[in-house]
C-alpha cells in the first residue's frame, strides 16, 4: 500500500506495547525510513488500510484492547490527522472491510472477544460511521472474514470462536443486516426434545441427529403417519432437506424419509392443501425465491415438491382459509422486497399464482387471525428494519387492505397472538432483536 500516494510500497505497523502506530515509507528498494509515530491509544491489536472518505488518500484504522476502534485520515504525504475513535465493544480483537449494506462506502465489522459479539459500523463515505447493533457469536469471537458464502452478491461473515471452537456464520441480508445461521443446535446437527412435566418444567433433553444445519421445524399434530402419535418435520438450511422423524411411545422419535425442496430453508409449515386428511408440508427457498408444497401420502412420506415462484427472498409462511372457501391458502413474508405473497388455495393441492401487498422494510415473521373480530381472517408482520409491525386487514375474498403500521421494539423479529387481557379481542407480542425486549400491544378494537 503506498500511503502517500507515490507508487513506492509503505508499512503501518500496529506496536501492541506502544501508543503508536508506525509508518514507514518505502524507497522503492526493500527498504524504509525511519518510522513516523501517529499517536493513538494503549495496546494495539490490529491496523487496517483503506480510503473511508473518498478523497482518493489511503486512511489508517487501528484496533486496541481499550474497547475501541480509531479512524486516522490520510493526509496523502505519510502523515494522518489526529484519531477519532469509537467505543464497539469489550476487547475489539480483529476487523475487516467491505460495503455491507451496499451503498458503494466502505463499512467496517469487528469482532469483541470479551463480548463474544460482531460488532458494525456503517460508513456515511466521509470518513464518519454510524454504530450498528452487535450480532451474538460464540465463545471468544477472535478473527473475522468476509465474503459472498452463498451465492446471492451479499456479503457474508464468518468469525472464527477461540473457546467455542466452532465457526459462526453471519449471512449478509440488506442494509448491512446479517442472519444469524449459528442457532439453536444448527453447528451440531440435532434436534432437542424436552418433555414437559406439566408443571411449567421439563426433563433433560434427548438429542436426536438429523443432519447438519437444522433451522426451522413443525410438528405434526394431527400425526404425518396416521398412528395418534405426534411426528415432526425438521429442514436443513445448506442441504435443502428436510428430515421426518416419527414419534414411537414415551415421547421418543424415530428417523423417518427425508424430503427434497429448494435451497435456504427458513421456515417449514404444515396444512391439509388437499382435503384428504392427510397433512401435506410448505417450506419457504429464500435462495430460490420460492415455495415448495409436498403433498403428504399418510404414512410419514411425501410426494415430491411443487414449486411456486415468490418474489423475494420468502422468509416465513403463515397457512389459513382467507377467502372463506374451507380451502387452505398461503401468505409468505418476503424479506428483500417488503412485500406479503398470498397464494389462494384450489383444493387440490395448487395453488394460484401470487398477489403481493406492501408492507414495511424487511419482513422476518408473518402470522394471521382475526383482529377485529368480523370474522375475516387478517395478517400481521414484523418488519425488522423499521422497528415496527404491520397488521392487513383481510377482505374475506382473498384480497387484503392497505397495512396499519405500529411501533414496535429495535428491529421486530418475530410476532405472536393472543388474549392477553382476558377481553376476548387477539393482541400482539413482538421479539424485538436490538433492544432485548418484547413488545406487547393490546387490542382496542370495538
Known sequence: MALNNFTILDLAVANLAEQYVSVRLGYGNGTF???????VGDIQMFVAVGDFNDDSRLDLLVVDVMDRVSMLLGNGNGTFQSPVNYTIGRNPSSIVIGDFDEDNKSDLVVTNSAASTVGMLLGNGDGIFSIQP????????????????????????????????????????????????????????????????????????????????????????????????????????FESIANVLLGNEAGTFRNGTMLAYGSGSVSISKGDFNNDAKLDLVVTNVYNKSISVLLGNGDGTFQNQTKYTISSSPNSV??????????????????????????????????????????????????????????????????????????????????????????????????????????????????????????ILLNVCS
Open 33 to 39: 525510513q525511519s518510522k513516523i509515530k501517529c499517536v
Open 134 to 237: 452487535k450480532y451474538s457469536a460464540s465463545w471468544a469471537s477472535d478473527s473475522v472474514t468476509a465474503g459472498d458464502f452463498n451465492n446471492d452478491s451479499k456479503l457474508d461473515l464468518a468469525v472464527a470462536n477461540y473457546h467455542g471452537n466452532n465457526v459462526s456464520i453471519l449471512l449478509g441480508m440488506v442494509m448491512g443486516y446479517f442472519r444469524i445461521k449459528r442457532i439453536t443446535n444448527f453447528d451440531e446437527g440435532t434436534v432437542s426434545v424436552l418433555l414437559g412435566n406439566g408443571n411449567g418444567t421439563f426433563r433433560n433433553q434427548t438429542k436426536y441427529i438429523v443432519g447438519s444445519h437444522p433451522c426451522s421445524m413443525t410438528i405434526g399434530d394431527f400425526f404425518f403417519n396416521n398412528d395418534t402419535k405426534l411426528d415432526f418435520a425438521v429442514t436443513r438450511f
Open 318 to 439: 403463515t397457512i389459513d382459509d382467507f377467502n372463506n372457501d374451507t380451502k387452505l391458502d398461503l401468505a409468505v413474508a418476503n424479506y428483500d422486497n417488503n412485500t406479503i405473497s398470498v397464494l389462494t388455495g384450489k383444493g387440490d393441492g395448487t395453488f394460484e399464482n401470487q398477489i403481493t401487498y406492501l408492507t414495511g422494510f424487511s419482513l422476518m415473521s408473518v402470522i394471521s387471525a382475526d383482529f377485529n373480530n368480523d370474522k375475516k381472517q387478517d395478517l400481521v408482520v414484523a418488519n425488522f428494519a423499521d422497528n415496527s409491525i404491520s397488521v392487513l386487514s383481510g377482505n374475506a375474498d382473498g384480497t387484503f387492505q392497505n397495512q396499519l403500521a405500529y411501533t414496535s421494539g429495535s428491529y421486530s423479529m418475530s410476532v405472536t397472538e393472543g388474549d392477553f387481557n382476558d377481553d376476548n379481542k387477539l393482541d400482539l407480542a413482538v421479539a424485538n432483536y436490538n433492544d432485548d425486549s418484547v413488545t
